[in-house]
């Protein structure tokens, strides 16, 4: 059987796991990062929005051919049909290409000397004892066996490294998604992307529509609680309901779960560090997760690495990766599932009486996680008493 041996080794190289790959190798320890599709990138299962930050982070610009599209509106269109555009001066919003982007990020790891094994598939970790010493692969049907200092689970959010770990085994909430890929569109403003809200669109999430261009859109459902058919019904409902789509060709059919209950509360034992949508790393409201995918692999591959050259790999020693994140985001995500939850209490009148009080702050308030007990103190001043008992819920 076939041994590796790395000071670090990663499994998965989507956003997250190039992320701390890239990072690790530029601070000099060895990395191996593997990823069991032949490319990565792809396939896709996203939306394929990022804002400028998150672009940023990953230390790209916001220039073909990492986007596709640059989007100035977010426009929310409640359960009536009344909709609310929140436009920005500057562009800060893009739809990416990311299968491009993906492969940008696991190029730049590898150009800082990490090393790529791609179709190989983690299939349980190695124990000495009670600390994680290396991985269990699988690659062209041989048995291989990675060892390393720290292993670093980027394995998204079915993640086998987190399972054989012990740790969570199931997120106890998440949004089950649809998403065809249309083209032959011709959309008026492709600069805009559409959020629908409602029972009749996604129970507990949200219908989109962000365009890759005048002529293709990924249009998809995100769904929940009460649902009462399955995500790819939703889907087809919400496409046969508009007459921009009637013609459309389906590109692409593609899906998947985005952990909405917020970040683990365990992702890190002695030699093991997990990332991204591993550790359920997404802002709940929005079920976006590229961004803090990125930000959770950078900061796992400075620590990771720091604790390598101190000769500590031990959980305390990890530990400031936590610290770090929680730093940073760990708030938003909390306030951001909050608002999630009280957003569960609304019906659709209730949503629809919301979306004529709500400012355009509030909303990014609400979808981010921040500032939230502000906004939430303005909103109850102007909303009728029924939304107020609802409000109070999350106020509490
Ligand atoms: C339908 C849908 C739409 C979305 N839209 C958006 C959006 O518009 N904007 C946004 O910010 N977020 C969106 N998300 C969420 C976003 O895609 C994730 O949060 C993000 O990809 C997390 O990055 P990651 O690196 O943690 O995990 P992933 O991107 O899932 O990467 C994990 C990698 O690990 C590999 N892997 C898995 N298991 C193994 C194994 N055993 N061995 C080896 N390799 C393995 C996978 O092949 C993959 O390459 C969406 C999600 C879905 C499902």
């Given amino acids: 059987m076939q041994k590796y041996y790395s000071d670090v080794l990663i499994v998965g190289a989507g956003p997250a796991g190039s992320m701390a790959a890239k990072t690790a190798a530029e601070r000099g320890v ?3 990062f593997i990823e069991e599709h032949e490319v990565p990138g792809t396939p896709v299962y996203c939306a394929e929005g990022l804002g400028l930050d998150g672009i940023r982070a990953g230390g790209l610009e ?18 009536n049909g009344i909709s609310l555009d929140m436009t920005s001066e500057n562009i800060t919003g893009y739809t990416l290409d990311r299968q491009v982007f993906d492969k940008a990020l696991a190029d730049n790891a590898v150009e800082a000397g990490a090393k790529l094994m791609t179709k190989t ?51 106890s909430d998440y949004l089950i998604c649809a998403q065809y890929q249309l083209g032959g569109l011709d ?12 029972m009749q669109y996604a129970p507990g999430g949200y219908g989109w529509v962000f365009p890759k261009s005048n002529k293709v859109a990924n249009v998809g459902v995100g769904i929940r609680i009460k649902h009462q058919k399955a995500a790819i019904e939703y889907l087809k409902d919400f ?27 365990k992702y890190i034992m ?9 550790a359920g790393m997404l802002i709940p ?20 690495s720091e604790a390598i050259k101190e000769g500590d790999v031990s959980e305390a020693r990890l530990l400031k990766y936590k610290v770090e ?35 355009k702050e509030d909303i990014l308030a609400m979808a981010n996680g921040v500032n939230v007990k502000v906004a939430m103190a303005g909103i109850v001043k102007r909303s009728p008493r029924k939304l107020i008992q609802l409000i109070r819920a999350y106020l509490r």
């Fill in 121 to 171: 598939r983690a299939m349980d970790v190695i124990w000495d004892k009670k600390q994680i010493i290396g991985v269990k692969a699988q690659k062209n049907g041989e048995e291989i066996e990675f060892y390393a200092q720290v292993v670093i689970g980027a394995d998204g959010h079915w993640s086998v490294i987190r399972r054989r770990a012990g740790l969570t085994r199931y997120f």
């Fill in 187 to 198: 959309l008026e403003d492709p600069t805009i992307n559409e959020f629908y809200l409602g």
């Fill in 30 to 32: 060895d990395v191996i």
């Fill in 62 to 79: 916001p220039v073909p051919p990492f986007i596709a599209q640059e989007i100035k509106t977010a426009q929310i269109i409640a359960p």
């Fill in 325 to 359: 994140f929680d730093q940073k985001w760990g708030k938003h995500i909390k306030e951001s599932g909050r608002v999630m939850e009280m957003l569960d209490r609304f019906n659709d009148d209730d949503l629809n009486t919301l979306s004529e009080i709500v400012t």
């Fill in 285 to 304: 409201m929005t079920g976006a997760g590229i961004h803090t995918g990125i930000e959770s692999g950078k900061m796992a591959g400075r620590i990771a």
């Fill in 239 to 265: 496409i046969g309901n508009d007459p921009r789509f009637r013609n459309a060709k389906i590109l692409n059919k593609t899906g998947g779960i985005c952990p909405v209950s917020g970040t683990i509360e």
């Fill in 270 to 278: 002695d030699g093991l560090m997990l990332v991204g949508d591993a």
